[in-house]
């Protein structure tokens, strides 16, 4: 079977791999009462009833430095041929706070400090050589991800974040880094969905109460033509200990789809997990998503695709931070 059908979904899937931010914001749950300043002798809630005030904390000068982890396989079939996909990153990025208004609100200098990416392809026919990028390494510089290279070890991008993690402004994007692929969007950090914070609510919130945000991306349906889809991902706080809270997330989409070619281009989109947040800090700790997906006809008759996929990203602590190597798996990577 020949790679040229496969193609389109390759240059997605890839576009995922280095995932920076998304120019959207959070839509709030409903405002709930909160007691008025006036009330003599308010009532300290207890159990259920206590809210929790959910915002980052930007300081002038922080830096914050997180590890993710990154693999997917796909399997495609069409007709009677099978095809395989495998791919694997682990990338080390940053954030720098340029400066903090009055209101809180922080600009972010978005980096990717270190990246090592491995894709594997195999369609049956004989054993392919999996294809390896590393930043660090000359010898590891394949020609078709040398564009990788512009996004590594210098501010990608500088934007203003509200305390609740939502975008209001991008100040500066650095040259080069918005580029059109083949199906005519911009790869990378800003067509990605996957927020490089996440939106949290305005108002606090308690045990089991949920937000929401929504948000569009264009697709293309069998005939080619570009579709708007609508998405919308909830979040629910689920628990809160020892200053942390454990917030789980879940993605759905909202236009009805009924074209296989479209559902197979959505098929990395309807992500669940959850989201570790410390309160006092005001940052993310950690975040786990998975993906285990089947889309049928996305090629045409007969044809069928099944998509493992799972993120994880976690904050390194100051000792790990300060280091200029990746970490010991990373490192490894390079004997």
Not at 25 to 47: K, L, R, Y
Request: aromatic share 8%.
């Amino acid at each position: 079977m020949s790679q040229n059908w496969w193609s389109p979904m390759w240059n997605r899937i890839w576009g995922v791999l280095v995932v920076l931010t998304v120019l959207c914001g959070a839509v709030p749950s409903d405002d709930q009462p909160v007691p008025d300043a006036d009330t003599p002798n308010p009532v300290e809630p207890t159990g259920a009833d206590k809210k929790f005030e959910l915002k980052f904390k930007f300081t002038r000068d922080q830096i914050e430095r997180y590890e993710v982890a990154y693999e997917m396989e796909m399997n495609s079939t069409y007709n009677e041929a099978k095809e395989k996909v495998r791919n694997q990153s682990e990338t080390r990025r940053s954030y720098k706070v340029s400066d903090v208004s009055p209101e809180g609100i922080g600009s972010l200098e978005l980096s990717i400090d270190w990246v090592r990416m491995v894709a594997e392809f195999d369609n049956g026919e004989k054993p392919s050589k999996p294809i390896e990028f590393q930043s660090d390494d000359r010898t590891k510089h394949p020609s078709k991800f040398l564009h990788i290279l512009a996004t590594v070890g210098k501010p990608t991008a500088t934007i203003r974040f509200s305390p609740q993690g939502k975008v209001l402004e991008v100040v500066s994007i650095q040259p080069g880094q918005v580029q059109r692929n083949s199906e005519g969007e911009a790869p990378g950090v800003y067509t990605s969905q996957e927020n490089y914070l996440i939106p949290l609510p305005e108002q606090p919130v308690a045990i089991d109460e949920v937000w929401k945000e929504q948000f569009d991306i264009i697709v293309r349906d069998s005939t080619q033509a570009l579709k708007r889809v609508t998405l919308q991902r909830s979040y629910r706080l689920k628990d809160v200990s020892e200053g942390l809270a454990t917030i789980e997330f879940r993605t759905t989409i909202l236009t009805p789809v009924r074209d296989p070619a479209i559902s197979g281009q959505l098929i990395y989109r309807e992500t669940a997990g959850k989201v570790v947040f410390d309160l006092e800090r005001g940052r993310i700790v950690s975040r786990d998503s998975a993906i285990e997906r089947t889309v049928v006809g996305p090629f045409g008759p007969n044809s069928a695709m099944h998509a493992v996929i799972k993120y994880r990203e976690k904050l390194l602590t100051d000792d790990k931070a300060a280091s200029a190597e990746p970490t010991e798996a990373a490192a490894s990577t390079k004997q």
